[in-house]
């Protein structure tokens, strides 16, 4: 397979739905929260990170700030995924060069189409 995903989400549902979305098309691993996420991100060469923002004691935004601080190249290779867009964490996204973002609610069968971009290995 060789494509690479990581899913950082405290909500076990929301990686169920990831997972299977995503069946098939690539290898997944998964963090329960932001805990080390930045460090595996570093560490680990994934395709594609999907992200969540509102998590607690580590929080999405702080993991992006601090892969930005280890490894600023992995920022494109992130999608954050929330279902609190609003102004202020608009605003403390934008600052960095991330894939985008995945808005909840969301229609699990565009996961796929969203994510398949950023499979490139064969």
């Known amino acids: 397979m060789g494509n690479r995903i990581l899913i950082v989400d405290d909500d076990a549902v929301n990686r169920e ?8 098309l690539c290898e997944i691993d998964e963090l329960t929260s932001g805990v080390g996420a930045a460090a595996r991100i570093a560490e680990v060469d994934y395709d594609l990170v999907l992200l969540d923002v509102m998590m607690p004691i580590v929080d999405g935004v702080e993991v992006v700030e601090d892969v930005n601080r ?3 190249d992995l920022l494109p290779r992130i999608l954050v995924v929330t279902a609190a867009m609003n102004q202020r964490l608009l605003e ?8 985008g973002v995945i808005e909840r609610p969301y229609d699990p069968e565009q ?5 398949a971009p950023f499979f490139t290995r064969q």
């Open 17 to 24: 739905i990831f997972r299977w979305s995503l069946e098939g």
């Open 70 to 72: 280890l490894r600023a």
């Open 92 to 99: 403390q996204l934008s600052v960095f060069p991330l894939a």
């Open 111 to 115: 996961i796929s189409e969203i994510c």
